[in-house]
């Protein structure tokens, strides 16, 4: 079929709408007329004059929308039905086989590769094959394409727009508290960096019934929201030492839990200088070398990562959509709609943080 996506050439870090061709389903996959996608960090971090993925491509990976097509060996899932499009796994490794497909370890091949386990793309323009499948879908288009196994059926009567960073923001950082840390009620938090990832793990912490919860960033606007969210004491860095904050809040001990949604170097050392001494601390982004204080880890501290908040999708994303529905997960707070025409709006705004999470929404 025809249709349209945005297609990122390269270089700067935007993206041109265009007429591409999209094959039918393959007997595995489902043909989703995209109705909502969010854009993530992620996005914009593939786009760069030495980009990680190979280009031309599609990107795109908060995708929300309803089944077209579905192969022929798809079961469970039918045509009308609304899903949201989330991360895939192999299904075959040991990661998988031992239930925990978020480890998957043919992750990068799926998500990051441009094509399908067998080298083809769905996508085309301009009479040839484009990059897609990024994380399984490539939803900064009309129409995507995606394994069954990566979409979770969600009632029709949702609003997409707020459904879409489910997939993957929203996920990482509510899921963060909810899967990973699992603390009691009582226990403090910190979380570095308050955007969409931040800020879920807010909203999460509050569900758990975290005291204290702190949110520590050097964008204003963005504290005050962390504190109607739930948090406790916010700091900007810039005007006062995390650390030291932290450590008269909690009596000197250090906290229970820190998370760093930032990948700094410096910053991924607070969190960890922030810490009780069998404290955790989680990394949901990192690049290049650490360096932290040896001894303080050998008393007892734990620091460990996370790719998209270690939950299973398929049971997380309902369980999410659940706390939503109660009133739990205001993620109405967070998201700012733009039209798909205006993608380009959209990229820049979250890379130059004045919005949180940017939606857009598919003619
Ligand atoms: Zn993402
Ligand atoms: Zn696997």
Do not use: W
Not at 127 to 140: E, G, H, I, L, T
Not at 196 to 221: Q, R, Y
């Amino acid at each position: 079929m025809k249709t349209q996506a945005a297609i990122y050439f390269g270089g700067d870090p935007k993206v041109t709408i265009a007429d591409i061709e999209l094959e039918d389903p393959r007997s595995n996959e489902v043909l989703v007329r995209v109705k909502a996608v969010g854009i993530c960090h992620t996005d914009i971090g593939m786009m760069s004059p030495d980009p990680f993925i190979p280009v031309p491509i599609v990107l795109g990976h908060e995708g929300v929308g309803i089944i077209e097509k579905k192969g022929k060996n798809v079961k469970g899932l039918e045509l009308g039905d609304a899903v949201i499009l989330s991360i895939d796994h192999c299904e075959a490794c040991h990661s998988c086989k031992s239930g925990n497909p978020s480890y998957c370890e043919n992750m990068m091949k799926l998500h990051f590769s441009g094509r399908r386990a067998d080298g083809s793309s769905p996508i085309s323009f301009d009479k040839k094959p484009v990059n897609a499948v990024f994380f399984a879908q490539s939803s900064f288009s009309s129409y995507a394409i995606a394994p069954s196994r990566a979409v979770i059926k969600i009632a029709n009567d949702l609003p997409f727009e707020l459904m879409a960073p489910l997939g993957c923001g929203i996920q990482t950082g509510a899921g963060t508290v909810l899967n990973i840390m699992e603390p009691q009620a009582g226990q403090g938090i910190a979380v570095f960096g308050v955007g969409t990832v931040g800020l879920s793990a807010i909203m999460a912490a509050k569900i758990s019934g975290c005291h204290p919860i702190i949110a520590i960033d050097t964008n204003a606007e963005r504290l005050s929201l962390a504190a109607e969210l739930g948090a406790h004491k916010t700091i900007n860095p810039e005007n006062e030492d995390p650390i030291a904050v932290i450590l008269t809040k909690t009596n000197g001990r250090g906290i229970e839990y820190s998370f760093d949604t930032t990948g700094q170097a410096f910053v991924i050392r607070q969190a960890v200088d922030s810490l009780f001494k069998n404290g955790l601390c989680v990394m949901a982004a990192g690049h290049g070398d650490v360096t932290l204080d040896g001894f303080s880890i050998v008393l007892g501290k734990t620091i460990r990562g996370t790719l998209e908040g270690g939950g299973d999708p398929q049971i997380f994303i309902p369980h999410l959509i659940e706390l939503f529905k109660a009133g739990k997960l205001p993620i109405d707070k967070i998201v700012t709609c733009f039209p798909f025409s205006k993608i380009n709006d959209g990229l820049s705004a979250l890379a130059q943080g004045r919005v949180i999470k940017p939606v857009l929404i598919m003619p």
